[in-house]
Every structure is written in C-alpha cells, then in structure tokens.
C-alpha cells in the first residue's frame, strides 16, 4: 500500500532532472502518511515525465520492491498503490515465457506482465486492488487505471498542458501548473450525500477516475478511455443466470468456498496482519475465515464508546472469544473522538462527511500499533442487501405501485402543511413508551418519499441529506454532479431490490464507504484490505436469486449461512447499529462552540460559499430540540471546516 503521483508536462517545463526528482518528491511528500517507510522518484527531462512514490512495505521489504520502477526493457516505468492477490500464478505465467525477477514484490510482476501483455490483456488477469500510472518511454504515452471496484483511489486532471495526477488531490498541490477551483456542483452533492460523487472531485477541472477503467493519455493531450470490468454488466449477467439457481445448500457451499479463497490471498503479507472485528455479520465472516485458513491465532481489532447506545464492543469481544482471536479492544471516551474533529480536513483532503469516519479512524490507530495490514468486512452490505433502505424502499415502492400518483402526491402535501410543532404535539398524546422521537423529522421525510415518482427517485430521497431544492450552495446546486448514483441501469437489473443494490455499489460504496476505509487507514500508514470485494465474489453475488439475499425479513442471508457454520446465530442476531457516533447530541453539547464559530454568519459570507441564513434556522431548530437537524448540518459544518484548512494553502491557488 502506498502512495502515488507524478507530472507530464506535455510542452517540458523546461528542469533537468534534478529539479524534476524535487517537484515530485514535493508532491509524494504531501500523502506521504500512505508510505511511511520511504519515497521514490523517477524523471526523464527529455519529454517531462516525472514519478512519485511513497512506499509502505508489505511485500519484498527489500530495495527489489522500491518505487518507481523500471521495465527490464527500460521501456516502462510504473508506479502503484494496492496489491495483487494472484501475483504467484502471473509470476508462473511470465516465468514461462522466459521472464526472470528480481525481486519477490507483486510490483515487479505488474510492471512486466503490462510490459509484455500490455495494460489491456493484464488488468482482467489481476486478483486485488490497484490504482497505478504507467509511462510507455516508446510511444510517449502514461495510461492510468483503477481497480474494478474502487477499492484504492486516483485523482487526474490536465492543467495548462500538464497532466497531474495523485492518490489524494494535496498530492498535487505543490505543482506550480495546479489550479484549484471549488466545483461547487461537487459541494453542493457532497451537502446531500455526505461525500463528492465521482467522478467528479470538489476541484473544476480534477477528477476521480472511474472504478473497472483505464485511461491512456497521447503527446497530443488526447484521451482514450476503456472499460475493463463493469458493474452494470456483471449485474445483468449475473440476474440472467438466475433461471437455473443453485439450492440454498449449494450457494452456501460456493459462497464459502469463494469468500475463504478470497481471505486466504488477502493474508499473503511480509508484515503482521490482523482484521476489524465489530462483531456483526461481514467483519465476523471474514475473521472466521481467518481463523480457517490462518496459521496461528488472528489478531483482531475493535473500537467501544463509553455513550449508551453507541457501543458495540461487548458483541465483538464476544465474537473473538468464540473464535479465539488475539483480541484487542479500545474503549474510547467521548472526548478522544471529538479530539479528532479538527483533524479530519487533514486526511479527507475533499470536504467528507460520513461520521463513521470518525471511529474508522480510531480502530485504524488501534491497528496500526499491533499490525501493518488489517482485514476489513467492508461490502457485505451493498453484495448481499444488508442496508434498512433495503427493506424499507421495497416497502415504501410496493405500497407506492397501489396508490395512484395524484392521491400520493395529495398525501404529501397534507402531511408537509401543518408544522413540525403540531406533529411533535400530536405525539405527546401517545405514552411515553410509544412516542416516536423526532416526530417532525418522520414524517417530513415520509412526505418527501411519498411524491418518489421512480426507484431511482425513491433511493435519492432515502440516501440524501436534504432535498436538493434546499441545498444551501452559492452560486451552484445543479443535480448533475449527483446524478450518476441514480442514473445507471443495467439490462435485465429490474427489480426494485437489484436496482438499490446496483446504486450503492456504483456509487455509495466507493465514493463513501472504501473512500472512507482508505483515507483512515492511510492516515495512519495502515493497509486494509476488503475480501468480500474480491470481484468473484461480486459476480457470484449478483448471480443469487432475491430469496437468498433477503429472507424472513433479514438481509444478507446466504452470507449469515456461511458466517453460521463458525459462528453461534444467537451471537450475531442483533438489530443492526451501524459504525457511528452520536453526532447529532454532540453538536448541541460540547461541540457547540465549535458549530457557532463554523456557522458565523458574517465569516459564511464573506466565503461565499453556503448561505448562512436557512443554516443558522436549522442549528437553531436542532438547539433546541425541535428538529434533528445533524443530517444536515455534520456536511455543512465538515464543508466549512475543510475550507478553514485550506484555503489558505497551495490548494485554492490559482483562483
């Protein structure tokens, strides 16, 4: 696991090469958190190109793994962040055809099987996780590429001539050419879905490159991008296979089966490795498969909150007793966490608002004390239909069916009429045990669910923030930097369920989830790996009919049957709690201070970004208690808070 970037200035830029080694060392050092253990530069002055590399040593400790590196042929020269899980059986491949190495790390084996195969015949070969840059010194070309599901991130863009790139954007804010503008179309999606959507980035002109695809950039400037695995065909392949599905026996017997080969590779490491245990069903899967395949015991990792409701620890230690794992659990005080609110702009360089980053952050820490490489349970959700939106959109949308448009539509505006103060009053009449909080809050999204015209309408309304015609953003609030979440159709992919399913994992899950699991565990120089995303399990995933995804109102059900098999049921069986901290109790408690000082309304101004008036009502409603405003307000304030950090740096340069 590392970190890359580097520069083509297409016109030169007109340094020999040691100048060139120091730009780029400059810009390898600003994400130099994701390699600790040492940097690495490449330049030719000639046409330049310039490579860097921060380097966190898992495979091939030794100077034979160092980065960048160069073909044999003296063609090539690479540079790469990830792993590859099958890199023995290419390594046999290329042996056959003559090939020698020098060294035992994957990096050595991309980097010739690219050279003798070409990046379009490698990349369906490989096993892992992988963003990479590629320079052909022959053709003058740099293809860039990212792995099928977006585990490891890459950022690119073309200024004045110069083509940057970089596995976070501060990667290239020491380039002189970098300009940075604020996509405000970005901001004002990342204010509903808590994170900027790819492809685009909060930056104009500086984008995320698509998971599954590779991009090859010519002396010209032109571009030629290409698909190598997409989600939407591999969803309409998978529901065809459908017509001959396999007994509940045997799907059980091939997910195992599939998972435990998948775990088996992730614990190929020359580092200590241990896994994320939260205790419920994807991070007990993969730490009982651990304990399957592992030689030894497993070291197992989980964070608990001293705040009724919030912890889930006892759960996971007893998970790891069951299965007798080295086990080691942090309870964390409300203060620690909060401590690391200042510091979240620092390692999310793009405003990020999923509060789950918070104790990813604290587990990742944990972690690194005792281990290089962790395991994580990250994907269950989105493969096998785990989320409550699940359920509750498959509810919403049948009952939806039977009433015609007009009445839903009438329905809405009744419950949206009266204010929220009649609805929370209303409430009081019902006893205490039976009062749903947040009253208001309820139905006001009920209403807005109400007028969902399509599926895709429906899950908008369910995964965001707030509705769009709210979205406080100067000067921007078009849809279209969200639009892909919603937009993306497969042949064949019609049920409402595969059609949720299909949105989360093109959007949500990389853009939020594995955008949130590798800037925390980077952060801290730690290497998560996520099994369940092998991409063969993907494929098999999308292959099982609904009655094996959701059964008897719970979802994941084939994949609670493997976990089951290692794992007593009444140790996971549980209503599902998420991976959060109770922001919403925070931010009128000991955060007010820090929310007053964001949302002044005179410093909002003057930034011109969000307006503060319909802000200031919402904090004011959430104060109070009359409203639970902290959907909205945790991305305003994470917004805010990231463009305090910046703004005064190289990263708005240029404006």
């Not at 958190?33 to 030719?44: I, L, V």
């Not at 000639?46 to 160092?66: E, F, K, P, Q, Y």
């Not at 740099?142 to 200024?159: C, E, Q, S």
């Amino acid at each position: 696991m590392c970190g890359i970037t580097g520069y083509w200035a297409r016109r030169g830029d007109g340094l020999d090469k040691a100048a060139m080694t120091t730009r780029v060392l400059d810009m390898a050092d600003a994400i130099g958190h994701r390699g600790p253990d040492g940097a690495g530069a490449w330049a030719d002055p000639t046409v330049g190109v310039a490579l860097g590399h921060r380097r966190l040593s898992i495979i091939d400790l030794s100077t034979n793994g160092d980065q960048p590196m160069v073909s044999r042929s003296g063609r090539f020269a690479l540079v790469y962040n990830g792993e590859i899980y099958n890199a023995a059986e290419i390594r046999s491949e290329l042996e056959a055809h003559g090939l020698s190495f020098r060294g035992h790390s994957d990096t050595e084996i991309l980097l010739e099987a690219c050279a003798l195969w070409g990046v379009a015949a490698t990349l369906p070969k490989l096993i892992g996780m992988f963003a990479f840059a590629l320079w052909d010194g022959v053709e003058r070309r740099m293809t860039l590429a990212r792995d099928r599901l977006g585990i490891k991130p890459l950022y690119w863009g073309d200024f004045d001539g110069t083509l940057l790139f970089g596995s976070q954007p501060k990667a290239l804010f020491p380039h002189p050419n970098w300009r940075g503008s604020i996509d405000r179309d970005a901001l004002a999606a990342m204010l509903r879905l808590s994170c900027v959507p790819s492809p685009r980035s909060i930056y104009k002109g500086l984008e995320q490159l698509a998971p599954g695809t590779f991009v090859t950039i010519g002396q010209d400037g032109a571009r030629h991008r290409e698909v190598f695995w997409s989600l939407e065909a591999v969803a309409a392949t998978g529901v065809s296979a459908r017509a001959a599905p396999l007994s509940d026996a045997e799907a059980t017997d091939r997910l195992e089966a599939l998972l435990t080969d998948a775990v088996e590779r992730r614990l190929i490491s020359d580092v200590p490795l241990g896994a994320f245990l939260s205790g419920g069903v994807d991070s007990s899967t993969v730490v009982a498969l651990m304990g399957k395949v592992a030689k030894g015991s497993v070291k197992t990792f989980s964070i608990g909150f001293d705040e009724a409701g919030w912890d889930e620890s006892a759960h996971a230690q007893a998970v790891a007793d069951h299965l007798g794992t080295d086990h080691h659990a942090l309870t964390v005080s409300s203060e620690d966490a909060r401590a690391l609110i200042p510091d979240l702009p620092l390692w999310y360089d793009e405003p990020f608002a999923d509060s789950s980053q918070i104790p990813t952050l604290l587990v990742s820490r944990l972690a690194r004390g005792e281990v290089t490489v962790s395991l994580s349970g990250d994907g269950g959700d989105e493969l096998f239909a785990g989320y409550n939106r699940h359920f509750l959109g498959q509810r919403l949308w049948s009952l939806s069916e039977r009433i015609p448009s007009p009445l839903r539509q009438l329905a809405a505006a009744g419950l949206s009429a009266p204010p929220p103060a009649l609805w929370n009053g209303l409430a009081q009449l019902l006893p205490p045990g039976k009062r749903p909080p947040q009253p208001a809050d309820k139905v006001a999204k009920v209403a807005r669910l109400l007028r969902a015209e399509t599926p895709e309408a429906l899950y908008r309304d369910l995964v965001g923030a707030l509705p769009s015609s709210e979205v406080p953003v100067v000067g921007g609030g078009s849809r279209a930097a969200e639009d892909r979440w919603y937009a993306a159709r497969a042949e064949g992919v019609d049920g409402f369920v595969d059609r949720m399913r299909l949105l989360d994992a093109l959007g949500y899950l990389p853009d939020d989830i594995l955008a949130k699991v590798d800037r925390a565990s980077m952060a801290v120089g730690l290497e998560a790996r996520v099994p369940i995303l092998d991409h063969r399990v993907v494929e098999f995933a999308w292959s099982l009919p609904e009655h094996q995804l959701m059964r008897a109102g719970q979802g994941k059900w084939l994949l609670r049957q493997v976990l089951y098999r290692h794992v007593p049921k009444a140790l996971i069986e549980r209503p599902k709690m998420g991976f959060g901290v109770p922001v919403g109790a925070w931010l009128r408690g000991p955060l007010k201070d820090w929310v007053e000082d964001l949302l002044d309304p005179v410093d909002m101004t003057a930034q011109g970004l969000i307006d503060p008036t319909p802000v200031r009502v919402w904090w004011a409603d959430h104060l109070s208690g009359r409203r639970d405003w902290r959907d909205r307000l945790w991305p305003i304030l994470m917004a805010l808070a990231w463009h305090r950090h910046w703004r005064e740096t190289d990263a708005f340069r240029g404006i």
